[in-house]
C-alpha cells in the first residue's frame, strides 16, 4: 500500500478528462493535478517551447511527492515523454501510447484516424507508435484546432460543433477508416458531436479511458497501489494546482469533471 | 526628424491589424513588433499575469531602442496600460482609449456594444472610459471567445463564422445599439461577417484604425515623427520578434498582414 499521490499535468483543464476516468476506476488513489492555465495551450507551440514547459510541470510535481506521472496532455506526450522519463525517476505514463495501443486493437480494417492539436498532427506521434505496432495500418491525422476553443465554451451538443466537426472530419470519413483516435483530452466532450459526424460503424478512441487501463497496469506491476475505497480509510485527497487565476479553471473544469472542485491553489511554475 | 523604431507588442499575431494601418498611414516609420507567442492567449488570463507580461515585453521593446510603444492587445490595454505607463518614460498608446473615443463620436443613440475577450470584457475598461466621456451612454458588453481561434484558422467569411457571429450577437443586437466597438485586435478580420449578421444601420469602430489616428497625433506632439517616405529615404526597417518558432507566426501573419515577414527573430522574454 502506497498513498503517496499520483500526479496529472496538463496544459491547462483538458487533462481533467483523464483525471475524471481516474477518480472513476481508481477511486482510493490521491491524486494531485497541475494545470499550467498562465501558459495554456500547448498546442500551437513549438516542440522546444512544449518540452521546456513539460520539465517545469513535472519537477514542480515531484517535488510534491508523487509516486507516478501521468502526462495527461497529448501535445506534451507527443513532443517530450521520453526526455520526461530520461529526467524523472517514477514511473512516468503518457496518452499517446495507450491511445494507439486502443487503436491497433479496435480496428479491423486496417485504417485509423487520428485527430489532435496541430503541434499533435505535426508530431507524428500516433501513427509512428501505431506503425510500430502493426506496419500494415494506414494511419490519417487531422489537426481540429477549434475544438478546444468549442469544448471550454460548452459549445459541445449544439449547431456550431457539428457544423464545425462536418467541416473537419469529412475529408477523414472519405478515407473509410474504421477507428478514430480523439487524440487531443478535450476531445471527449465532444463525444457526441464526433460520433454523430462519423457515423455509428466507427470506433471512437478516448485515450482518458485507454490511459487509465496502463495506469492500474503501472501501479500493479511497481506494486504501489494506493488504498483501496473499500477498506474503510478516509476520503482520497484530490489537489489542483493552477498557474493563473483559479476562477476560470473551477468553472470550467467543473463542467469537464462533473463534480466540485475543492484544495485548489495558484503556483508559479519555471517563471511563467 | 527621428529614425527610432515605433515599438508595438500583442499577445500574439492579433496586433498586426494595427501594424498593418501603421504601415499603410505612417509608411515612412521604422517599426518592432513583438508577439508573445509562446504565452498566447492573454484574454482568459487574470490581470495579474497580463501585467507581469506586459511588463516584460515592454521591457524588450524599450531596450530595442524605441520612441513610442503602442500596446496594441485590448487585453493588455485594458488591465495594464496604467502600469506600463508608469514603468517607461517614452509616450505609450494603449488600443481601449481610441476605440471607446471612437465610438463616442459614433454613437447618435447613445448606445454602443463592445465586444472582445473575456478579459476585456471582465475589465470594464471600455464602458469605464466611454461613460467618463460621456455618462448618458450605455454600454453593452459581450465576451465573443470563439473569433480569435476563428480569425487564426482564417474561417473568416464562412459559414461557421457566421453562425458562430449570429449565436454571439444576436443578444446585442436586441438592445438596440447604433455603435459596436470591435474590441478585440483579431476582430478586424471578421468584421465583413460582424457587418453581415448586425446589420448595415450599426457602425463598426475599428481600434486598429483609430489607434494609429493616435499615434500620429503623439508622434507630432512629441515631435518624434520619423521620415516622411516622400523624402527618397532607404525603405523602412521592419523587425520582428516572437516568443515562440517563428513559422506559425509568418504562416499566419501575413493573411493578417497583407504581405511578406521579414527579418523575424524567436527571443526568449521574462524567462517565458
Not at 42 to 57: K, L, P, W
Not at 124 to 152: G, H, Q, W
Not at 187 to 208: E, F, N, R
Amino acid at each position: 500500500m502506497n498513498d503517496r499521490p499520483i500526479g496529472v499535468f496538463d496544459s491547462g483543464i483538458g487533462g481533467l478528462t483523464v483525471l475524471k476516468e481516474i477518480f472513476r476506476d481508481l477511486p482510493g488513489e490521491n491524486t494531485v493535478y497541475l494545470g499550467d492555465t498562465a501558459r495554456v495551450p500547448y498546442g500551437i507551440r513549438s516542440a522546444e517551447t512544449v518540452t521546456r514547459y513539460s520539465f517545469e510541470n513535472a519537477g514542480f510535481l515531484v517535488a510534491e511527492g508523487i509516486k507516478l506521472l501521468v502526462v495527461a496532455c497529448n501535445t506534451a506526450s507527443a513532443v517530450s515523454l521520453d526526455a520526461i522519463k530520461e529526467k524523472v525517476s517514477i514511473p512516468v505514463i503518457g496518452v499517446i501510447d495507450p491511445g494507439a495501443k486502443g487503436a491497433v486493437m479496435a480496428t479491423r480494417n486496417k485504417r485509423v484516424g487520428v485527430i489532435g492539436t496541430e503541434a499533435t498532427v505535426n508530431s507524428k506521434a500516433y501513427s509512428r507508435i501505431i506503425k510500430a505496432m502493426d506496419n500494415t495500418i494506414e494511419v490519417f491525422s487531422l489537426p481540429c484546432p477549434l475544438f478546444v476553443p468549442l469544448a471550454e465554451e460548452g459549445l459541445t451538443d449544439d449547431e456550431v460543433a457539428t457544423l464545425v466537426a462536418g467541416r473537419y472530419l469529412g475529408n477523414l470519413k472519405d478515407r473509410g477508416i474504421d477507428t478514430l483516435v480523439l487524440g487531443c483530452t478535450h476531445y471527449p466532450l465532444l463525444k457526441g458531436v464526433i460520433s454523430k459526424v462519423m457515423g455509428h460503424g466507427i470506433v471512437l478512441i478516448d485515450s482518458a479511458i485507454e490511459t487509465v487501463r496502463e495506469i492500474k497496469k503501472a501501479l500493479r506491476e511497481y506494486g504501489i497501489e494506493g488504498n483501496h475505497p473499500d477498506e474503510g480509510t478516509a476520503s482520497p485527497l484530490r489537489r489542483f494546482y493552477v498557474t493563473d487565476a483559479t476562477d476560470r479553471f473551477i468553472k470550467v473544469g467543473e463542467r469537464f469533471l462533473g463534480q466540485k472542485i475543492e484544495h485548489i491553489e495558484k503556483i508559479n511554475v519555471g517563471g511563467n
